[in-house]
């Protein structure tokens, strides 16, 4: 089984609940990290997470001893912006959301908008508000379209489970009564980016995750190698829960290279 997973030549790599819990890294990463580096494998941290740019999550990760450009990371921010983009380029959205992706939306052209706006885009935030909500659900009865960056309910942190996007886009849906459409995963339109990316065969890459209802099912979806590690949200009884299950189970990432 370890021999299938290390004769694969890139891997996509979750990081909330897989590299790191908030600024505490994950036991075993070191080595994982260290193993991708030295066998010349491809590989990409793909997050969920919308709050930092890949060069926040560069220097993240240097702070907490690891060294990995910037080249390595895609957030669904870039995702989402890159989706608007082609959709409707030099469109103009309201934002709810961290620098990550409003660097992102910018990057690719979009500008912020909070009167008649094309979209109303949200993201994971710290600055979420009653009057935040309030605009971003009148724009959306006056025609603006609603975008999540990704579909999480809920979040690891150092201090437990918190708030995801999804959570904070649901009063939204609820009082609008319109249906977010969601980029990041489990949404293979991400996965194909990431594939694209490290520019190799599905048959020759693996994901990993901590999550079965996002990079589990996402892989699964396109047809992907699975490798769920239970250093995140999900444990062996919740995994038993789901309809499909993951090809391979590791304690933690540095499993995978022993």
Not at 90 to 97: F, P, Q, S
Not at 134 to 146: D, N
Request: glycine share 8%; net charge negative.
């Amino acid at each position: 089984m370890l021999e299938e997973i290390k004769n694969k030549k890139a891997f996509i790599c979750d990081m909330d609940g897989v590299i790191y819990h908030g600024n505490i890294l994950l036991e075993g990463v070191l080595e994982f990290i260290e193993w991708l580096q030295k066998e010349n494998k491809k590989y990409l941290f793909l997050t969920n997470s919308s709050e930092r740019s890949p060069r926040e999550l560069q220097q993240k990760l240097a702070r907490l001893g690891l060294n990995v450009d910037e080249s390595h990371f895609y957030t669904s921010a870039i995702a989402t912006a890159k989706f608007l983009a082609s959709q409707q380029p030099g469109c103009t959205v309201y934002a709810i959301g961290e620098a990550g992706l409003i660097n992102a939306l910018y990057q690719h052209g979009i500008t912020m908008n909070d009167v008649n706006p094309d979209y109303v885009v949200v993201g994971e935030t710290r600055t979420y508000s009653y009057e935040k909500l309030e605009k971003a659900v009148q724009l959306v009865f006056h025609g603006a379209k609603l975008i999540g960056t990704n579909p999480d309910l809920t979040g690891p942190s150092e201090q437990g489970i918190v708030p995801a996007t999804k959570a904070l886009l649901s009063p939204i849906e609820l009082t609008t009564r319109r249906d977010a459409y969601y980029v990041g995963k489990p949404n293979p339109l991400m996965m194909r980016h990431a594939v694209k990316l490290l520019g190799e065969s599905v048959e020759s890459t693996a994901i990993v995750g901590d999550r079965m209802d996002t990079d589990i099912v996402a892989g699964m979806e396109s047809e992907i190698d699975t490798i769920l590690v239970l250093s995140g949200v999900t444990t062996l009884d919740g995994m038993k829960k789901f309809a499909y299950q993951p090809k391979y189970v590791f304690k933690n990432v540095g499993e995978i290279v022993k």
